[in-house]
């Protein structure tokens, strides 16, 4: 069984800095791709950005430049760095990993990320 476990969300002002990590216990394999998508209020689920177990990143449009998503594949953990947060990132993150193997799609719990202008 795979949990994912999310920290770093919070409130932060326009321009601000936040740190999202997702910690993912349980058998995840070696092929996968781990990444974070959001939810704002009224608004369809979006990927944000994700990356492979080999390194490949993918960034939604609206974050290039802005966001970057790392990995340690060591410790089953991925992180999302936001910097120049805007109030239309505000939304909830959830992080999500990809099991290739069995073709196994898991989520976190969600985490509110609130930036204020």
């Known amino acids: 069984q795979v949990q994912l476990v999310e920290s770093g969300g919070g409130l932060v002002q326009a321009g601000g800095s936040l740190r999202l990590s997702c910690a993912a216990s349980?058998?995840?394999?070696?092929?996968?791709?781990m990444g974070w998508f959001r939810q704002a209020p009224g608004k369809q689920r979006e990927l944000v950005a994700s990356i492979t177990s080999g390194g490949t990143t993918n960034y939604a449009e609206s974050v290039k430049g802005r966001f970057t998503i790392s990995r340690d594949n060591a410790k089953n953990t991925v992180y999302l760095q936001m910097n120049s947060l805007k109030p239309e990132d505000t939304a909830v993150y959830y992080c999500?990993?990809?099991?290739?193997?069995?073709?196994?799609?898991?989520w976190g719990q969600g985490t509110q990320v609130t930036v204020s202008s």
């Open positions: 349980g058998s995840i394999g070696s092929v996968n791709v």
């Open positions: 999500n990993t990809k099991v290739l193997i069995t073709r196994t799609d898991y």
